[in-house]
């Protein structure tokens, strides 16, 4: 009897509720919201930023790793990440251990093992290609054009090394939080809205893909700020319990929220673009519904419509 009555009670509410369920899709906020739920389940964010983090674990580490060896950071990039985080003494033996000195590096991989690095970190380019293509609905272009992965990848690097001399340059100062922060949303912004252009060969409006840059460098950065409390708790833990290994678990969880945070920011950035309120004009700068996407198309051919029929805005 208590299971049926729930039942009825339920539907009863169902029933009482599903008019204003029904007007609040048919405004411009309720198609938005419901556009970008899809289009979040859609793009399977918790595969696609798994792959991601381990693409970057794989690619990008490797890469900062070398170019620590090249940089001011002589001692390694496992100590330069260690002061960074203000791990413990004992983390920061294990974390520097991990990793070979700057000049151990640098003496064993060479000038020629620095370009195949680079090259192989071309995998998170793809797989973020891969990403953006599926989640704007455009086509993967062609062979013909792999130096944006290449690009993709330099720009990603650069990034981290801008980030890195900036706390370098403002340690100390009482200003130094609030430069970092600045300087992180401006290089994140600019970073996330050139790379999508470039591994969509320019099929998605730049200034459409402005929105989801800056959503991206926000998220980011938030989540920056989480992660100087998250970081070395995790790592002090992970230390601890299973050595470098535990660290590495650790290290692959964080670059999964950061993936993930990429991920979503897309797909909302999308649904953004494909809204027929103020906030989709504001994203598309006024441009109608078909010209959000596409300053030029892929390999010659046509850009696809900036809208599957099925997500056609309601009147």
């Known amino acids: 009897m208590a299971v049926a009555e729930l039942r009825e009670r339920m539907e009863a509410l169902r029933r009482r509720y599903e008019p204003v369920a029904e007007r609040w899709r048919a405004t411009p906020a309720g198609r938005y919201v419901d556009r970008a739920i899809e289009g979040v389940a859609e793009i399977e964010p918790f595969d696609r930023g798994m792959t991601?983090?381990?693409?970057?674990?794989?690619?990008?580490?490797?890469?900062?790793v070398v170019t620590a060896s090249y940089g001011r950071a002589r001692n390694g990039f496992g100590t330069g990440l260690a002061d960074s985080l203000g791990l413990p003494d004992a983390v920061r033996r294990a974390l520097a251990g991990s990793v070979p000195a700057g000049s151990e590096v640098g003496s064993g991989f060479g000038i020629?093992?620095?370009?195949?690095?680079?090259?192989?970190?071309?995998?998170?380019?793809?797989?973020?290609?891969?990403?953006?293509?599926?989640?704007?609905?455009?086509?993967?272009?062609?062979?013909?054009?792999?130096?944006?992965w290449l690009a993709a990848v330099v720009a990603v690097v650069a990034a981290l090394s801008i980030l890195n001399l900036t706390a370098s340059a403002t340690q100390g100062l009482p200003v130094q939080?609030?430069?970092?922060?600045?300087?992180?949303?401006?290089?994140?912004?600019v970073v996330w809205t050139a790379v999508p252009y470039v591994l969509m060969d320019r099929q998605v409006r730049l200034r459409v893909l402005a929105f989801p840059g800056v959503v991206t460098a926000v998220a980011l950065?938030?989540?920056?700020?989480?992660?100087?409390?998250?970081?070395?708790?995790?790592?002090?833990?992970?230390?601890?319990?299973?050595?470098?290994?535990?660290?590495?678990?650790?290290?692959?969880?964080?670059?999964?929220?950061?993936?993930?945070?990429?991920?979503?920011?897309?797909?909302?950035?999308?649904?953004a673009s494909l809204d027929d309120g103020p906030v989709g004009r504001f994203v598309r700068g006024g441009a109608p519904l078909e010209?959000?996407?596409?300053?030029?198309?892929?390999?010659?051919?046509?850009?696809?419509?900036?809208?599957?029929?099925?997500?056609q805005p309601h009147s």
């Not at 430069?179 to 992180?184: D, P």
């Open 112 to 148: 020629f093992g620095l370009l195949v690095a680079v090259v192989g970190a071309t995998a998170y380019s793809r797989a973020l290609e891969r990403m953006y293509s599926r989640a704007w609905g455009v086509r993967k272009p062609s062979l013909r054009t792999a130096w944006r």
């Open 52 to 64: 991601l983090a381990a693409q970057a674990f794989t690619s990008i580490i490797p890469i900062m």
């Open 177 to 189: 939080g609030w430069v970092e922060t600045l300087v992180r949303l401006v290089v994140w912004s």
């Open 291 to 311: 010209d959000a996407q596409g300053d030029a198309p892929a390999d010659g051919d046509a850009p696809m419509a900036a809208t599957e029929s099925s997500n």
């Open 221 to 271: 950065a938030i989540l920056q700020a989480a992660g100087g409390i998250y970081l070395p708790i995790a790592l002090t833990n992970g230390a601890q319990q299973f050595g470098v290994l535990g660290m590495t678990f650790a290290y692959i969880g964080w670059l999964f929220a950061l993936s993930f945070v990429i991920v979503v920011a897309t797909a909302l950035g999308r649904a």
